[in-house]
């Protein structure tokens, strides 16, 4: 299987792929196979990404990224799992970082029409009290 993020491909050379008994469901059969699944792309020796994309990547997550998958009871399927953690771990750390919001104060004049509404506001309700005698 392939693995695409962004339209770069991740050839299986740069893929290595680990099995080993996994813990959770399956009682006697989870005790015989290796289902757990570790997946491992070697980014820093990848040519998948172009330099500046790579160094982005491994300076976010690592020069090896690893994903994991032991939930289902079948290996086939969890290998399925491992490569679309690691596609979507890529494509997070791909995606760039939102920008601080600089504060600022309020402006003279914003300042002026919040107090001159509430003044209004307080008017407006003044006006629907009883009169005192």
Do not use: C, Y
């Not at 997946?39 to 300076?59: C, I, N, Q, T, Y």
């Not at 079948?74 to 290998?79: D, F, G």
């Not at 003279?108 to 629907?128: C, D, F, I, M, P």
């Amino acid at each position: 299987m392939v693995i695409e993020v962004r339209g770069h491909v991740i050839p299986d050379a740069d893929l290595t792929w680990r099995f080993s008994r996994s813990s959770g469901p399956g009682g006697q059969h989870v005790n015989t196979t290796d289902t757990k699944v570790q997946l491992v792309f070697d980014l820093a020796g990848s040519e998948a990404f172009p330099d500046d994309l790579k160094h982005r990547l491994v300076a976010r997550l690592g020069a090896e990224v690893t994903a994991v998958a032991a939930d289902h009871r079948s290996q086939h399927r969890n290998r399925r799992l491992a490569e679309e953690r690691l596609a979507e771990q890529l494509e997070r750390a791909l995606r760039p970082r939102a920008r601080r919001r600089v504060p600022t104060k309020p402006s003279k004049a914003s300042q002026r029409r919040r107090v001159t509404n509430k003044k209004k506001r307080g008017e407006t309700k003044q006006l629907r009290r009883r009169p005192s005698l």
